[in-house]
């Protein structure tokens, strides 16, 4: 499978997350900056009303958005889309647009030519402050869209097993410096690229979408020691271990049962959502054939809904039991599902 990176070319529209009144969970976050943050879904929008003629946007905010339309015409393309989140206007009504986002952060890129840092970053992630070198921005009060000179985006090899199974990845960069408030609350969200596997691009293509620039991303067998960098996974993501074999979806298999045993005898909810952290970084490396991929991310759905009724069950004490016997079930099915579909690396 081949990623690319993309570049929406045309003016931005409306306002999105820190600007539209959100709310964020702050699991993925930077405790220090809040870089990572994720809008709870449903994701409210402003001032779109320009955008009904598109099928995907960007925000002056940076969030990529994409219509019903072509939501659907992803899922007829077999697109994993389970990440996407349904928008609502400042009103709380449901408008047809979905937030284009990812549940996978793209580890620090060993090669990276085209996004530069500034000085002033956050010193804890240093993840936010990147821009793009290029060309575009306000000319006598016209936005003219900003076109990158040259984007060159280089990750290990590995890297790849680690997304198979995603169409739609964040990058590690993002955009924009961080500010909080005096009370920590966000007022600039630094957000990331957003790299689509080829399935993604040859959907919109297909689609007709003309104004979005695809900058091939390049997978190496090892990094070149003078950049510095290494393959650094933020949150929700693994480390690489070069040295070991791969694990087989046996013991992948197996893995999830573990933890299907720490869940049986979690006493709180912490317990429960390390639990859920391990299952959900595994998935991810799950080798799958394309017609299989919506059952399994199917059965994740499920098992992830009913751990959060469950980590609520938890934290209320109340229908304790219930909760883990209907997530007991869903996490053996989830289980099932990898020893039945996935297929060796
Ligand atoms: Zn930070």
Redesign the pocket.
């Known amino acids: 499978m081949k990623y690319y990176l993309m570049q929406i070319h045309k003016s931005e529209i409306g306002s999105s997350s820190e600007y539209a009144n959100n709310t964020f969970n702050l699991e993925a976050a ?1 405790p ?2 809040k ?1 990572g943050a994720q809008v709870i879904a449903p994701h409210k929008l402003k001032d779109i009303s320009a955008t009904y003629n598109r099928h995907l946007f960007s925000t002056y905010t940076r969030d990529h958005f994409i219509s019903e339309m072509i939501f659907m015409h992803l899922q007829n393309f077999n697109i994993n889309t389970d990440s996407l989140a349904k928008c609502v206007n400042q009103k709380g009504a449901t408008i047809p647009f979905y937030h284009l986002r990812s549940d996978f952060i793209m580890p620090k890129p060993i090669k990276n030519k085209g996004f530069i840092q500034y000085d002033g970053h ?1 010193l ?2 240093k ?2 402050h990147y821009s793009r070198v290029g060309k575009g921005g306000k000319k006598f009060g016209e936005i003219i869209p900003f076109v990158p000179e040259d984007i060159e985006i280089t990750y290990l090899k590995s890297t790849l097993n680690k997304i198979n199974g995603y169409d739609i990845l964040f990058t590690f960069h993002c955009f924009a410096k ?1 500010l909080l408030d005096m009370d920590g609350k966000i007022k600039v969200l630094p957000k990331p690229s957003l790299i689509i596997s080829e399935k993604v691009r040859d959907a919109f293509t297909n689609f007709g979408i003309d104004y979005v620039k695809y900058w091939p991303v390049l997978f190496e067998d090892s990094h070149t020691p003078e950049t510095g960098q290494s393959e650094e996974y933020v949150n929700t993501t693994i480390k690489s271990d070069n040295n070991k074999p791969l694990p087989t979806i046996k013991e992948k298999y197996e893995s999830i049962l573990e933890q299907v045993e720490i869940i049986r005898y979690a006493i709180n909810a912490e317990q429960l959502k390390s639990a859920q952290f391990e299952i959900v970084k595994i998935i991810p490396t799950v080798k799958l054939k394309d017609e299989h991929r919506h059952i399994v991310f199917q059965a994740l759905r499920v098992f992830n809904d009913h751990m959060k009724k469950c980590i609520k069950a938890y934290v209320t004490n109340e229908n304790k039991e219930v909760a883990m016997r209907v997530l007991s079930i869903s996490v053996r099915g989830l289980a099932t599902s990898v020893r039945l579909f996935g297929i060796e690396n």
Do not use: P
């Open positions: 930077c220090a900056c870089t956050c804890t992630c993840r936010d961080s």
